[in-house]
C-alpha cells in the first residue's frame, strides 16, 4: 500500500480494469485493445518487418527466425516499458531494446532495422484495429440477425409513431426495427471499408524510407557496413508490399506520418457505429419507460435503493457510448493537422483517444447483441396506446377521406371542431363524427382504426429486409 496526501493508504497502481467503464469491460474488444493485445501487436510489427527484409534478402532467414521467436516467447515487461516511455515520448524505444537483447548479439542489429518508431507504433495500432474490428462485425452481425427476426416478426404490429415526443399516425414495430436493422447494416458497410483499408506504416524517419534503400541483399554482395557508394540500392516498394502481406494490411501508396487518412476514416466509422448504436438504445430507453411499456429489455438491471426496479442497462450503456463517441472522433480529426513528416503532439494526441473509441464501439456491439436478441415487445401495450387519443391519430387519414365528401375546407373545420370536442368530451372520434348526417354512409369504425392506416409500412418492411 502507499500512503495518499491525505495520509490514507491507497492501493498501488494497477493496470486499467474498467472500474468505471461497464460499457466495455469484459468485452472481446476489451481484450483485444488491452496494454497486452497493444504489446503484441507492437512485437508482431517488429517481427513481421524482419521477415520481410529477409523475404527480399536484405536479412538472413536466420535473423527473421530468431527475431520471430523472441518476440512470440520472449517476457516484456509492461509495466516497465510504459515508465521508460517517458523518456523517448513512446513506448518504442525501450521496446527495441528488450527485444534487441532477447534476440542476442548475433541478430540483434536486424532488430527494427530501417525503421523509426511511428512505423511500428502506428502499424501496431492498425493490428489492434484490425482485431477489433473483425470482432464489431461479428456483433453487428449478430445483431442485424436479431432486427431481422423481430421485424419479420412484428411486419403489421402496429403501434403509435411519435414526432417530436407526440403521437403523430400510426407505424408499425416490424417498420422500426427494420429501420434500426438498416442503420446497423450502414454501420457494418463502413466499419468493413475501414477494416479492409488499414495499412502498415513503413516511412523511415522522415517518410523517404532512405534507410532501407541501402540495404544490400544478404546473397547479392555487400553487408551492413559497407559504405553506402559502394552498395546497390534497394528498391523499397516491394519491402511495404511484403511488410504487409506479412501483416495481412494493405500496402499504402506513400508513408503516412502526417498524411492521417486512416485514423480518420477509422474515426468515422467507430463513431458513426456508436451513433447507429445509439439510435436504437434511445429508441428502447423510451418505449421502455413505466408509462410506455412497449419493449422491456430481456434481463434489466437492479437499483441499489429500490428492489422493484428493472432498468434497461443495455441500451444505457450503448446510449453513453454513443454521446462519448463523437468528441473521441472530434479529437482524431484534429490530429489531422500534423506539421513536417512527423509531428510533436498530433501524433500523440491519437493513441489514447483511438483506443477508447474502439473500446466503446466494441462494448456497444456488444451490449446490443444482447439488447436485440432479448428485446421483449408488448404488442398489447402498442394497440392500448393506439387507442389513448381516441381516434385523433388518424386524423390525417380522415381530412384526406372526408374531403370529396364535404369539400376540403368544410372537412378541415370539422375535424378541427370534432378534435376539440374529443379533448373535452373525452368521446371516441368515431362516435362524434357518426353524429354527422353527411357522413352516415361512411364505415368510421373503420376510418379512424389506427391498425388501418399504416401507409406502406409493411411494404417498407419487406424492402428493407432484401438487403443483405
Known amino acids: 500500500m502507499t500512503s495518499s496526501p491525505a495520509g490514507r493508504d491507497v492501493p498501488p497502481a494497477e493496470s486499467d480494469a474498467g472500474l468505471l467503464a461497464p460499457g466495455w469491460t469484459g468485452s472481446p474488444a476489451a481484450a483485444a485493445t488491452g496494454d497486452g493485445a497493444y504489446l503484441r501487436a507492437l512485437l508482431d510489427a517488429e517481427a513481421a518487418l524482419t ?184 528498391a523499397t516498394r516491394p519491402l511495404v508490399a511484403a511488410y504487409a ?70 441500451s444505457t450503456l450503448i446510449a453513453a457510448a454513443a454521446r462519448r463517441a463523437p468528441q473521441l472522433a472530434a479529437t482524431l480529426y484534429g490530429a489531422m493537422a500534423a506539421e513536417d513528416e512527423r509531428p510533436a503532439g498530433a501524433w500523440h494526441a491519437e493513441w489514447e483517444p483511438l483506443r477508447d473509441l474502439l473500446r466503446l464501439v466494441g462494448g456497444a456491439a456488444r451490449d446490443a447483441v444482447e439488447l436485440t436478441r432479448g428485446l421483449r415487445v408488448d404488442a398489447d401495450a402498442m394497440r392500448r396506446h393506439l387507442d389513448l387519443t381516441h381516434g385523433l391519430i388518424v386524423s390525417e387519414r380522415l381530412a384526406a377521406e372526408l374531403a370529396p365528401v364535404l369539400g376540403r375546407a368544410r372537412a378541415k373545420e370539422l375535424l378541427t371542431r370534432t378534435a376539440a370536442r374529443v379533448h373535452t368530451e373525452g368521446r371516441p372520434l368515431a362516435d362524434l363524427l357518426a353524429e354527422e348526417p353527411d357522413l352516415k354512409d361512411l364505415d368510421l369504425a373503420d376510418l379512424t382504426d389506427p391498425a388501418r392506416y399504416t401507409g406502406s409500412a409493411g411494404d417498407l418492411t419487406d424492402r428493407a429486409l432484401e438487403r443483405r
Open 245 to 314: 502481406r506479412e501483416l495481412g494490411l494493405r500496402e499504402p501508396e506513400l508513408p503516412w506520418h502526417t498524411l492521417r487518412t486512416p485514423i480518420a476514416d477509422l474515426a468515422g466509422a467507430l463513431a458513426f457505429t456508436a451513433g447507429a448504436l445509439g439510435k436504437i438504445a434511445v429508441d428502447v430507453l423510451t418505449l421502455a419507460r413505466t408509462e410506455i411499456a412497449e419493449v422491456a429489455e430481456g434481463s434489466g438491471g437492479g437499483s441499489s435503493a429500490m428492489p422493484h426496479k428493472a432498468n434497461p442497462v443495455r
Open 51 to 234: 521477415r520481410a527484409q529477409a523475404a527480399l534478402g536484405l536479412a538472413p532467414a536466420e535473423a527473421a527466425t530468431a527475431v520471430t521467436e523472441a518476440a512470440r516467447s520472449g517476457t516484456f515487461d509492461v509495466r516497465s516499458l510504459a515508465e521508460r516511455a517517458r523518456g523517448g515520448g513512446n513506448p518504442v524505444i525501450p521496446l527495441v531494446a528488450d527485444l534487441t537483447a532477447a534476440v542476442g548479439t548475433t541478430y540483434g542489429p536486424y532488430v527494427h532495422r530501417g525503421a523509426t518508431s511511428q512505423d511500428i507504433l502506428d502499424t501496431a495500432t492498425m493490428l489492434v484495429a484490425a482485431r477489433t474490428l473483425d470482432l464489431v462485425l461479428a456483433d453487428l452481425g449478430g445483431t442485424e440477425s436479431a432486427l431481422a427476426g423481430l421485424a419479420v416478426e412484428h411486419r403489421d404490429t402496429a403501434m403509435p409513431g411519435r414526432t417530436l415526443t407526440q403521437h403523430a399516425v400510426p407505424t408499425t414495430f416490424g417498420l422500426k426495427a427494420a429501420g434500426w436493422r438498416s442503420l446497423v447494416l450502414d454501420a457494418r458497410d463502413r466499419i468493413a471499408v475501414a477494416r479492409a483499408s488499414l495499412p502498415v506504416q513503413l516511412g523511415g524517419a522522415a517518410g523517404t524510407l532512405a534507410a532501407f534503400t541501402v540495404f544490400a541483399p544478404v546473397t547479392g554482395g555487400g553487408t551492413p557496413g559497407t559504405p553506402v557508394d559502394t552498395r546497390p540500392l534497394v
